[in-house]
Structures are given as C-alpha cells and as structure tokens.
C-alpha cells in the first residue's frame, strides 16, 4: 500500500489545486443505493428511514476504506423553499414503484411555455411560491416543512458520518437553468422552447440564475463544513444535444457565473457532466486554474479531456457502470491503472466512478477500484508533467 | 438552409417534372431546417396535386435519413434528431390513414422495442423508435418498465424478426438477459435479431446477455437492421 502521508481533506484539496506533490490520488466511487442493496436492505427501507441509509453509507466506507463518504442518506436538500434543482416528481420504492426498485423521475411537464415571462418577473424562488400549489395541490408551507425536516435530518446524519466513518463530499447539489428548465419542460419540450422561443427562454434563464446561485450558497453555509463542495449538475447542456451556438448562450454563462460566485465564496465547483461533453471540453479552459473539478460519468473521453484540461482543472472519474456491473475485478483493476497512469499523470485526478455507482456493482470490483488507487502509484513520474 | 441542386438530387426518385422535383426539395430542406409548418405545408400541396401519399411518405423518409446521417457525423445532435423526429410522427399521422387505404404500407421488417423492466427511460427509445419508422420498418413499441415475458409475447404475437431494448440504467440488464433466455426457450433465438442501446450499454453488455449488436446511434441501428433483412 502507498505510504500515506496527508489527511482525506488534504488530499482533495491538493488534488483540486494539480499538486504534484499529492500522497495519491483520491479515491471516491459515488456511493448511494449500493450500500443500502450491499447491507441487505430493500431501496423501500432505505426511503422510509434514512438512519438506515445513514448507517449503511457509514459501514460501506469502513468496509471498503474509500476516502469521502459521498452523501449520508438519499436527501438532496436545500433551504426550505430555495430551490437548488428542479422540483421533478420522484418515484419512490415501496410507493410508486417495487419495493427494491431504484428511485426513478417522472419527468412530466412542471411548467409551460407562458410561464417563461412569470419566471423572468419573479424569478425562481418568486415562480415556484405560487407554480408549486398550483401543480402539486398543496401549500409552498407544507413543502418547507418538510424540507425543513429533511435539511436537518442531513446535517444530523452528515454529523454521525463524521463521527463514526470519514467526511462526507456532498454539501448542496444545483442545476444549471438549462438543466432545471429542462427537466420542467421535458426535454422535447425545452428543446422545441429553445428553437421557437429562445428570447424568453434566456429572459427567464437571467432571471433565475441569482436565485440558483444565492439558494446554493446560503444552503451550503448553513451546513458549516469544513469543505464546501457545489455539485453543478449539467447534462441536459452537453454537445451530445445541441450544437455550440446554443450551448454558449443558454449553458456556458451559467456555468461562468456559478464556478465564479462558488469560488468567491470558497466553495469548491465540483461540474458533474453527464453524458458525452467532448466538444464543449475546450470552453472549460475558461475557468479559473486549480479551482475546479470536472467529473465525468464515462461518456466524455476521459483521456481526451486530460490532453485538454489536465494541468487546468482537476479531472475525476470515471469508471463505467457496466464495468462495475459485469466486469472482473481484474479488468476494473486495469482499468483504474490506465486512469491512473495517463489522467492522474501529474497531479490533479481523483479516481471515481462514472456518476452513481450501480445498484448492482459486484462488491469485488468496487474493493478492486479502492484497493488499485491505495496501492498502484502511476508509471510515469509526475514531475515530468 | 438554401441549396443548388442537379438533376435530381434532394429527391427520392427521378422525376421529369420540374415543379413536382422543386415541391419535394422543398419537402427535403423544410424537414432538414426542422420547419414543421413548412412540412405540413408542403405536404398538403403535394397531397392537392395529386402526389401519392407514398411517395410523399417516402420523400419525408429519405429527409429522416439523412438528418439520422448527418446526426452520425456529428453534424447534427440530439436537439435536431428529436425534433425531425417529431416532425416526421407529425407526417405519419397525415399520410398512415391515407396509406392504409391505399393498401401501399409497405415494410422492411418488424421490430418489437421496449426499456426492460427496471428502468423507465424512453428519449432514445422513442428517438430509435422514429427513425427506425423513417427507415421503412414497422415497429410495435411496448413502452418502460416492461417484463421480459409481456416483452416476448408482444414479439411472437407480431412475429417481428427484430427485438429491440434500450436501458439507460443497470438494474435492466437482468431483465435483458431474461428477454434473451425466454427467447431461447420457446425455440425462437435463431430466428430474432436482437439489438440493444442505451447510455450504460456497451459491446460487453451485449455480449453478456447475448444480443447480436449493440450502438449508440440511432441511424446505425437502422443500417445495421437494414443490413439484417438484406436490403441495401
């Protein structure tokens, strides 16, 4: 085993300034509804009581000795009444849907086209004081409670994490207007506004960006961490679904405003990229050196946006779904040293998983990934980078 | 997007006709410029003049293809394949009922296509779904979250040649596999072409539950099936 010499918290940091200098790189498979499934509990319990997700995240990491406990339970809270993310119908296990099912979205229409002009008066936090009873049948008051109820009860599992097994990375969860647009929309919806109407489209943007931002940050203080980490959430923006002209008006400047709003505050951008980003990788150089991290879900070229980013931003992922499903622990294993090797190459990697790790990952692969990036230093000397 | 073209190109077929070839290019463009008012236009008028409503159907199929090709090239993305794609549903439920009762629906094969069980995503469903339409096939799409035995039924009931999953999700491999399997049981696996696709899918996902392809992109799957029935 490499011979360890900084803290978890060092060593995040150190990864997301491109320190050389780093022990190893981080290890982090985004860890949620396996542990519950490896624990022996059904996806229904682990909605029904977040103690026991709590408690299942705590033995996973002890278990398999990862560096960050990715979230304490299945919440992804905010203030109560601030939106951070679209308000989508969930399906839940053991309600909507079989009982050890994984949560799904009904991603069905929120809000529609008029509503652009209310969003752009109001904002986003104004719009969904009155769009939530109107959609949901129920008070925005009712809805507060219980995100009250739920922001707590993550600060109060977040706390017995800490105590009990290591840090916990997620401190708040934010879309980009794009993405909460489109989920609200639907996406052939959004699209459609994007082409038939996209004046109204970057007036209601404008308009909800400060909410987003100000919702994330205040959200985030409240949980007085240590490190503050802002997951932005961008899929729906990427170069798989619209060409560069529509990304560099309706997602870039966002994506600009958030990392510098982040950053001036001290809060770390972690840009979460779902599907395949190659073609916006360029912009990304944009952003300030050393400040921060791009995950990939392994549908972006993780090799290719080293060549881009790499000494730019710190790079994580992105071990495949389907390799941590069906693959050998051996193949993860080769895997994972060919990441260290070409994209941990001088500093700035964390090694994770592609997004969420599955459900249903063979045990053995996941302890493969841990056990690869506690052990194998690289081939190549990073000070040549 | 405004084009020069010779003899008879942005046509489906030679066509002697100057003003009938200028009504179909226009058919062509509308489509690739993603106009859907254009495309109901145009239609109409070819349908007043007296156009059958299969060539007007297969013009349309042709404009599908190619922005199905220029998606293959990167030129195009998901954006444009979804709303030609919803153009192209929008002409379908113009010129079906007008087909039917020409007797001309004529098809390329049938495909049976569904998200397994476990998982409830449907954009690359739906999107695969149309273009395979546009291609010429005839497709049943049994929708989300379906069993893998009311999966099969739906197959031996149309007798389709061709199944069709796509999983954004692994809880759905599983259910693939026992597509797969049951196929296999009832004496059926030799005679199906089996396809998969999805955001999680990979060629080793296919080759685990032994399907015979595996791809990302929707206008390959339709060349790849196209290939399977023997037509060019």
Known sequence: MINETMTVQERFLAAVALDENIDRHPVIPLIEAFAVRHYGATQGEGWRDHTLVRDAMIKC????????????????????GRFTYAPVRLLVPGKHIPEDSLRQIDEIEQFYRDDYDEIAAAGWNGFWNEQYPRTRGRSIESLKKRQQVFFDDFLADTK?????AGPVLLGVAVDSPLMSFSMCRTLLGFTKDLYQVPDKVELAMNAACGDFISNALDSIKAMNKDIEIAHIVLERGSGLYYNLELFERFEWPFIQKYVDAFISEGVVPWLHLDTDWSKNLPYFKQLPKGKCVLDLDGHTDIFNAKEILGGHMCISGDVPAALSTLGT???????????IDEVGSGGGFMLTTGCECPIDAKPENVAAMVNTAKSYKGKFDRKLF | MKREYKNNEGVDQPMENPDQRASFRTLTEAFENLDSDEVEKTIQKLLSQGEEPFAVL????????????????????LAELMLS???????VGILEPLLVADGKAEVLGRVVIGTPKGDIHDIG???VATVLRANGFEVFDVGVDVEPDVFVEKVLETDAQIVAMSALITPAFE???????LLVEKGQRSEKFIIIGGGCTTNVVRESIGADAWTLDPQESADILKKFMGVN
């Open chain 1, 61 to 80: 990491q002890q278990d398999f000795g990862y560096d960050w406990i990715w979230k304490p339970n299945y919440s992804w809270p905010h203030l109560p």
């Open chain 1, 160 to 164: 017995v994490c800490e105590e009990k």
């Open chain 1, 329 to 339: 622990p051996e193949e993860v294993e080769a895997y994972c040293k060919k990441l």
């Open chain 2, 58 to 77: 297969d013009n349309c199929r042709v404009a599908m293809t190619k922005v199905g090709q220029l998606f293959s090239e990167g030129i195009f993305h």
């Open chain 2, 85 to 91: 794609a919803d153009i192209f549903q929008d002409v």
């Open chain 2, 125 to 127: 469903k739906n999107i």
């Open chain 2, 175 to 181: 259910p693939m596999k026992a597509i797969v399997d």
